[in-house]
Antibody, heavy 116, light 109 residues
Framework: EVQLVESGGGLVQPGGSLRLSCAVS????????MHWVRQAPGKGLVWVSR????????SYADSVKGRFTISRDNAKNTLYLEMNTLGAEDTAVYYC?????????WGQGTLVTVSS | QSALTQPPSASGSPGQSVTISCTGT?????????VSWYQQHPGKAPKLMIS???KRPSGVPDRFSGSKSGNTASLTVSGLQAEDEADYYC?????????FGTGTKVTVL
């Protein structure tokens, strides 16, 4: 059974940093590209970032480029999102998703709240 | 990258059909056959309902179907059931990025 479990969310002050993790099981992690997607409270889905299977190719939404870094550890079956210089607009549930031609399986999400 | 445009809401009675549109541009929906549709119930993670414009993943009822014409993709839910009441989002690749639609709330009357 494919499973993705996000962790690392929480309350952070404006300007602060946070690292999210996504632990996967049930499939060969090293063979799949992966995404991060976020959803602000009461709002729609917004794509954040994508990484290829070996971590050598990444892409970002303009809103997070230069502040967020996606990475992965294939030996640990874990995807990461390092988030810096956080602002109120980054408050959201963050989902990781597997890519099989398109985002297919999703985790349950982890909530990030940016507030003083 | 602008979000794909969806109607905010759609509704139908049980047993009826509802169709949701997803309008993009020649750089996303119109450029690729990598268009997907997701169902999201309140407080839950999105679930893939349609992949590559028309393909239904295993376990998705055949009441759900997808299509595309030019820069607009569509999702049709036939034979509406109470459990179909949810938010629906389209998505498409746009070069090396991915873009989602604005979302449509489907209400079963």
């Amino acid at each position: 059974e494919v499973q993705l479990v996000e962790s690392g969310g929480g309350l952070v002050q404006p300007g602060g940093s946070l690292r999210l993790s996504c632990a996967v099981s049930g499939f060969t992690f090293s063979s799949f590209w992966m995404h991060w997607v976020r959803q602000a409270p009461g709002k729609g889905l917004v794509w954040v970032s994508r990484i290829n299977s070996d971590g050598s190719v990444t892409s970002y939404a303009d809103s997070v480029k230069g502040r967020f870094t996606i990475s992965r550890d294939n030996a640990k079956n874990t995807l990461y999102l390092e988030m810096n210089t956080l602002g109120a607009e980054d408050t959201a549930v963050y989902y990781c998703a597997r890519d099989w031609k398109l985002p297919d399986y999703w985790g349950q999400g982890t909530l990030v709240t940016v507030s003083s | 990258q602008s979000a794909l445009t969806q109607p905010p809401s759609a509704s139908g009675s049980p047993g009826q059909s509802v169709t949701i549109s997803c309008t993009g541009t020649s750089s996303d929906v119109g450029a690729y056959n990598y268009v997907s549709w997701y169902q999201q119930h309140p407080g839950k993670a999105p679930k893939l309902m349609i992949s590559e414009v028309t393909k239904r993943p295993s376990g998705v009822p055949d009441r759900f179907s997808g299509s595309k014409s030019g820069n607009t993709a569509s999702l049709t839910v036939s034979g509406l059931q109470a459990e179909d009441e949810a938010d629906y989002y389209c998505g498409s690749y746009a070069g090396n990025k991915f873009v989602f639609g604005t979302g449509t709330k489907v209400t079963v009357l």
